[in-house]
């Protein structure tokens, strides 16, 4: 599991980080991409924050890889939790990853 934060300049829509900065970045840093469905599914942090789950294949070497993300923004951040592995590896994993990402909040700095 990766968890990555980016800063922005500018205050972030979570549709406007998906279209212009997530999206492009998965279909360009990935081999043979396939999404499970065609738009991000709308989900909520702790039921309360707004977030986007993402769930997808790529091809890693000849290896198919299963990938999950959750992104989300807040306070002129966007949030990136990234959950990854081969068909063994992401089945065996996936619950204990789901609950960990189900776990986090923002509080108010």
């Known amino acids: 599991m990766v968890i990555f934060i980016e800063e922005f300049k500018d205050l972030y829509s979570l549709d406007k980080y998906w279209q212009d900065i997530v999206k492009p970045r998965i279909k360009n840093g990935f081999k043979k991409v396939t999404f499970a469905t065609n738009n991000p599914e709308p989900i909520?942090?702790?039921k309360q924050h707004p977030a986007y789950?993402?769930?997808y294949t790529h091809d890693q070497d000849?290896?198919?890889i299963n990938r999950t993300e959750i992104i989300t923004v807040y306070n002129f951040r966007g949030y990136n939790i990234a959950f990854t592995g081969n068909d063994v590896d992401y089945g065996s994993y996936e619950l204990v990853a789901l609950k960990v990402i189900d776990s986090l909040q923002f509080t108010k700095p």
């Open 44 to 46: 909520n942090l702790k």
């Open 53 to 55: 789950k993402l769930i």
């Open 62 to 64: 000849g290896e198919l």
